[in-house]
């Protein structure tokens, strides 16, 4: 097994390739590693320059078209082997020579994640600064994670963790909530180089704040709910199906004191309360069975077991 796999994805960085190949070659000199480069559908020169490398470290793979960063990841995740798994950006804003420092921070202290933090970080003050601090709090806040970084793509895993989160839509920027879900508990962040773009275009724009917003609600229901839908469902149900009964309750009343009370918007609202609180509980159910599908199909547990210890015999 090698010691490290880079997963590096790109998408038109044609110009990037062959200087952060050079400094993953001077950084991870003496290392047993494997560089992989995700082309995720580039149009421009991207997959000839990685084919230039000529170097048995590296490794193309190629997807059919432009999946998102989620997925490319997820692809070189899937086809590393190493004992501990990279996140790269192929920009050349993540400096390769941090990699030794966190690769020997994270076995010493046997840490599941060790997440960079762009101390010095080189990107525009609003368009790219700002949001990222604003973003970075409330999800912080949100989901109880202590990175403060969490845009910051250098990461190192160990295989075990990388190998247990499954990555979709455009969840890349809940790595570590996503961790935490699968059971790794010790995380810790180091500050790390962050250069300047100098070639290439950013694919990042403010449009992502509306995905960044409806991936935090999904974060926010698996890390409390995930194995308890109904409590969320349920709860809803519950509160809106007794609203909706009071409503209706006070309505009959009004009724029997002789008081019309067909095509009043208090009805109408009751009867669509109690109509909401019983659509409620019902799809608690269905979660519920499908969260037991989910775990029973995959033979997954609803716990993580850290190591199992044998006890000393009495002597």
Excluded at 72 to 87: H, N, R, S, T
Excluded at 162 to 174: D, F, Q, T, V
Excluded at 216 to 221: E, I, K, P, R, V
Excluded at 229 to 239: D, E, S, T, Y
């Amino acid at each position: 097994m090698k010691k490290l796999s880079l997963v590096i994805c790109v998408y038109n960085e044609e110009l990037n390739i062959a200087p952060l190949s050079k400094q993953i070659k001077e950084a991870l000199e003496g290392f047993d590693y494997e560089a992989i480069f995700v082309d995720d559908g580039s149009t421009d020169a991207t997959r000839s320059e990685i084919l230039k490398i000529n170097d048995e470290h590296f490794l193309l793979v190629e997807l059919k078209r432009n999946y998102g960063q989620s997925s490319a990841l997820q692809a070189g995740i899937d086809q590393a082997e190493g004992e501990f798994v990279v996140l790269l950006d192929g920009d050349l804003q993540n400096d390769p020579a941090d990699i030794p420092m966190m690769l020997k921070i994270a076995e010493e202290g046997e840490y599941d994640l060790v997440s960079g933090v762009r101390a010095n970080r080189r990107d525009g003050m609003f368009l790219r600064k700002i949001p990222s601090k604003i973003a970075n709090y409330i999800i912080r806040k949100s989901t109880g994670t202590k990175m403060k970084d969490l845009g910051c793509t250098l990461k190192v895993f160990t295989r075990e963790t990388a190998k247990s989160i499954h990555i979709y839509g455009e969840l890349h920027r809940y790595i570590p909530v996503l961790a935490s879900l699968e059971g790794a508990t010790k995380f810790t962040q180091v500050d790390v180089n962050h250069k300047p773009r100098e070639f290439g275009k950013s694919k990042y724009n403010l449009t992502r704040t509306t995905k960044v917003v409806s991936d935090l609600l999904l974060m926010l229901f698996l890390k409390k709910y995930l194995q308890k839908p109904m409590h969320f469902f349920g709860m809803l149900g519950i509160v809106t199906l007794l609203i909706g009964g009071a409503i209706n309750i006070y309505m009959l009343f009004l009724k029997i004191m002789g008081h019309e009370i067909w095509g009043k918007p208090l009805m109408i609202l009751g009867v669509f309360l109690v109509m909401g609180g019983i659509q409620f509980i019902t799809i608690g159910i269905i979660a519920e069975l499908q969260m037991r599908t989910y775990f029973e199909s995959q033979k997954k547990t609803p716990y993580r077991v850290k190591r199992v210890i044998p006890a000393k015999e009495n002597q």
